[in-house]
């Protein structure tokens, strides 16, 4: 799971260069493109079926993380790269929601204050008066929001299926959904994109698989606690290459939502 979000982070480096030039629906085709390509004849060899088991799960895994890529992929386009990942990883406080809203599980005390402290520190991060609010703050929670219910539809799909084909049909159901816009924004990439499209499209197929494979041997909460250090990764990377600002106001930010999710994943992987 470490070296998933560690992969991940260098990821993030390559689609914040790319998205300064290339259409996001033409960044995400590409890398569902490649990983299709890769993994159909990898699958077939080992005598895997592509068909799967419980294919509804799968294929909800698959609109919930191409939709949450989406926004991401815009998050990073409008908004410094470290502030678009400490968004993307307020999920924790939006899966303790779905689990008391539409679960009906119980929240402690303990939960409901490490939420607030979350919801807190978005609040200062996208600027409470509002004069320089960006979409991209927007769209960076709703990639949260839609790969919390991705995330839970992995460790669910998880249990009888592995995790190339949970990729697979990530990829396939990304694809379908991502060609028609890829079609109509296409720009033709340059020498040095078309490879760092095909590096993408290689570094994110290994995260995806060690991140699959990891969900094997720990629950979503565990394994949702060890990703989190992608965090740590890209914003030290957003800083250093980006020249991201470090105001006091996303320093305190930052640090109550990170403290938030590190949080609520321990409770949760508690109990």
Not at 77 to 87: F, K, Q, Y
């Amino acid at each position: 799971m470490v070296l998933a979000a560690f992969i991940y982070s260098i990821s993030d480096i390559l689609i914040k260069l790319l998205t300064l030039s290339l259409p996001i629906t033409e960044i995400a085709f590409i890398r569902f493109f490649i990983g299709g390509v890769i993994l159909w004849p990898i699958l077939i060899s080992r005598g895997i079926s592509l068909r799967g088991e419980q294919i509804r799960t799968l294929i909800l895994r698959g609109i919930f993380g191409t939709v949450s890529f989406f926004c991401l992929l815009e998050s990073m386009a409008r908004i410094p790269l470290s502030l678009t990942m400490v968004l993307f990883y307020t999920y924790p406080i939006f899966i303790a929601f779905f689990s008391f809203l539409f679960l009906g599980e119980a929240v402690g005390k303990m939960e409901w204050v490490l939420i607030a402290l979350g919801l807190i520190g978005i609040y200062i991060l996208i600027n409470p008066d509002f004069h320089s609010f960006n979409r991209g703050y927007l769209f960076g929670l709703l990639a949260s929001l839609i790969g919390a219910m991705a995330m839970t539809m992995i460790r669910k799909a998880r249990e009888s299926n592995g995790a190339m084909i949970i990729y697979f049909y990530f990829c396939m159901v990304g694809g379908a959904i991502s060609f028609p816009f890829f079609l109509y924004q296409f720009k033709m990439p340059g020498l040095q994109q078309g490879a760092l499209l095909l590096f993408l499209g290689l570094l994110i197929l290994v995260a995806q698989l060690l991140m699959n494979h990891g969900f094997k041997y720990c629950k979503a909460a565990e394994g949702s606690l060890l990703l989190m250090s992608e965090v740590v990764f890209t914003g030290i990377a957003g800083i250093l290459l980006f020249r991201d600002p470090v105001t006091v106001r996303f320093a305190t930010g930052a640090l109550l939502i990170v403290v938030s999710g590190f949080g609520l994943n321990w409770v949760s992987r508690k109990s």
